[in-house]
Nanobody
Framework: QVQLVESGGGLVQAGGSLRLSCAASGSIFRINSMGWYRQAPGKSRELVATSTSAGSTNYADSVKGRFTISRDNAKNTVYLQMNSLKPEDTAVYYC??????????????WGQGTQVTVSS
């Protein structure tokens, strides 16, 4: 069984910063990609940033230059540093990981979500 546990959400004023963390645990053979998605009220879940095991990253246009994704492979953890936050960044942020488990088949896992609220 694999679990993703997120932390670091909260309330911040516009222009402020937050750092999200997501740690994977359980029967992990290999972690492929890890990333962050978000879902605002009344909207669909959207990609924020992803990071592959090879180190390549991908960002939504709306967060480029403000957010940075990074990984600590030794700790099976992915981080999202969010700077210059805007009210439109308010959403529930979900961690996602594509993990090869003990059955040697890859599958996607999701965290429980962490609320980020940016006040104007």
């Amino acid at each position: 069984q694999v679990q993703l546990v997120e932390s670091g959400g909260g309330l911040v004023q516009a222009g402020g910063s937050l750092r999200l963390s997501c740690a994977a645990s359980g029967s992990i053979f290999r972690i492929n990609s890890m990333g962050w998605y978000r879902q605002a009220p009344g909207k669909s879940r959207e990609l924020v940033a992803t990071s592959t095991s090879a180190g390549s990253t991908n960002y939504a246009d709306s967060v480029k230059g403000r957010f940075t994704i990074s990984r600590d492979n030794a700790k099976n953890t992915v981080y999202l540093q969010m700077n210059s936050l805007k009210p439109e960044d308010t959403a529930v942020y979900y961690c996602n990981a594509n993990i090869v488990g003990s059955n040697f088949f890859p599958r996607d896992y999701w965290g429980q979500g962490t609320q980020v609220t940016v006040s104007s």
